[in-house]
Structure formats: C-alpha cells, structure tokens
C-alpha cells in the first residue's frame, strides 16, 4: 500500500514517463482511499495546463504591479 | 475576418502592442535565463525572426504565439550551451532539499492533517487573470534556483528528459526528484495564494 508521499511521486512521474501496470494500480488503490492525492493529481494536470498557458505568452498584461504573496 | 479590430492595424506597425510584447517576452525570457544581457539578445532574435514572416499572421493572438515560439527555442539554445552555471546551484539544493517533506508528510509519508491538497476546479478562469500570472510569477521566483530551471525547461520549453539531463549535468532520477519537488512546492504556492479554498474534509 502506498503511501502519500509516493503517490505524489508517482503522480510527478507519470508526468515524465508511461508508469508501468503495477504503479497504475497502486495508484488507483490509494486514490480511491485518499482525497488529498486525488486533488493532487487533478491539481498538477491543472499546473502543466498553466504552465503551457504561460509559455505561450498569456501571462499578459501589465497593467498590474507585481504582487508578492506574503509568506504565512 | 478581415475587418476585425483585431487585424485592422497590423501588430507588428502598432507600438503600443510592440511595446507590451517586448516587455512580456523579456519577463519570460529573464525568468528562465536569469540573465539581462542573455535574455535581451534572445527576445532581440525572436523578434527578427518573426519579423520576417509577419505578413502570415492576422491577428494579435496568433502573432504572439508564434513569436513565443521562436522565443522558446532561442532560450532553449542558450540553455543547452550553458551547463557550467548548474554546479553552484547544486550545492546549494543539497541545503534546500528534504525540509519540504517533512512539513507536508508526517513519519509514514502522509499528509499533514492543514496540508490536504484541496480541488482547485478549473484552471481556466486563472489562465485569463492578469493577477493570477502575477502570482504564478511570484510562487517560481521562490522556488530553488536549479529546481525552477528544470521545471522551466519541462514545462515552458517542453524539453525531454534526456535533454534536459544532458543540458544539466545530472542524472534521470536527479531530475526526476528536482521535477517531483518543484511541482510540490508550486502547487502548495499557488494553492495557498491562489486556489484558496474553504474547508478540505480530513
């Protein structure tokens, strides 16, 4: 059974490469289980989603200043 | 078609829109190559290059994609010629690494119970906020300096693997573990300054 951490590893690396057959239902196990890995893995196709945004120049606009998120 | 806003001055005669452009394509070019000098020459030669087939493109959009295009390729260039600047920033990740797990995952590799990733919903309507690029900006710019170049180079220029292990200096499971981390800390950022949701059930 995974835990956490390595689900979330494994969730970064299927971004890099196909996962073989026994992590795809290693992970599929512990997602069914974990809500908080379930978002993860929604939440990083949403950051590559972004990412490609930006690097197509859609961080546009200037008409900000710069925001600087506070440390908490 | 032809008679849209958009097209009606070809962007390129437009100042004003040159002027934004250059500005922006220099923010995303300095991000990646933390180096005025470097990034100015790279956006100088995107711009050339995109001058030269302007006439292809209608409107302002399409203008802009093409020229991010070129631009990614240029600093995809410079970055594969460049190798000697990844030693230093390796030291200093030896220091940065393995504190952020141990505040997102307790002994046995489970989530903290305050730092449940939480569903953001769709990304789209943060894609068309300028704030929301202010932000993003803002959570890359704290990222460790080797793990943001990496993460810059999958994600914006979409480099492979092999590619940026060669253009890096470092091994597939060095990269493997600087990506896992970068995408951790950058999605906690944004989540935390962004995405803030309401209560995640335990």
């Given at each position: 059974m995974l835990n956490c951490q390595k689900a979330t590893q494994l969730f970064s690396e299927s971004q890099e490469r196909p996962l073989t057959l026994k992590e795809k239902m290693d992970l599929k196990l512990h997602t069914l289980m974990c809500s908080g890995c379930r978002n993860y893995g929604r939440n990083l196709q949403a950051l590559r989603k972004i990412a490609r945004a930006y690097a197509k120049?859609?961080?546009?606009?200037?008409?900000l200043p710069p925001e600087i998120p506070k440390e908490d | 078609m032809a008679s849209s806003p958009d097209s009606r001055v070809a962007p390129l005669q437009d100042p004003v829109f040159l002027q934004d452009l250059r500005r922006q394509m220099l923010r995303f070019a300095t991000l990646q190559l933390s180096d005025a000098h470097l990034a100015e020459d790279a956006v100088q030669e995107a711009l050339i290059g995109a001058l030269k087939s302007?006439?292809?493109?209608?409107?302002r959009a399409a203008l802009k994609t093409w020229v991010f295009a070129i631009l990614k390729n240029k600093i995809a260039d410079v970055l594969r010629q460049?190798?000697?600047?990844?030693q230093a920033d390796r030291v200093l990740q030896a220091d940065e690494d393995g504190e952020d797990l141990h505040e997102l995952f307790d002994a046995r590799g489970f989530w903290q119970p305050d730092e449940h990733p939480a569903a953001w919903g769709d990304p789209d309507q943060a894609i068309y906020n300028a704030r929301f690029w202010r932000v993003f900006e803002a959570c890359l710019d704290r990222l460790p300096a080797a793990q943001a170049r990496v993460f810059m180079m999958r994600e914006?220029?979409?480099?492979?693997t092999p590619e940026i292990c060669a253009a890096a200096n470092i091994t597939v499971s060095n990269l493997n573990v600087m990506l896992y981390r970068a995408r951790l800390r950058l999605r906690e950022c944004l989540e935390n300054h962004?995405?803030?949701?309401?209560e995640t059930p335990c």
């Open positions: 120049g859609e961080g546009a606009s200037d008409a | 302007a006439d292809r493109f209608g409107g460049r190798q000697r600047l990844w914006f220029l979409e480099l492979e962004w995405f803030t949701p309401g």
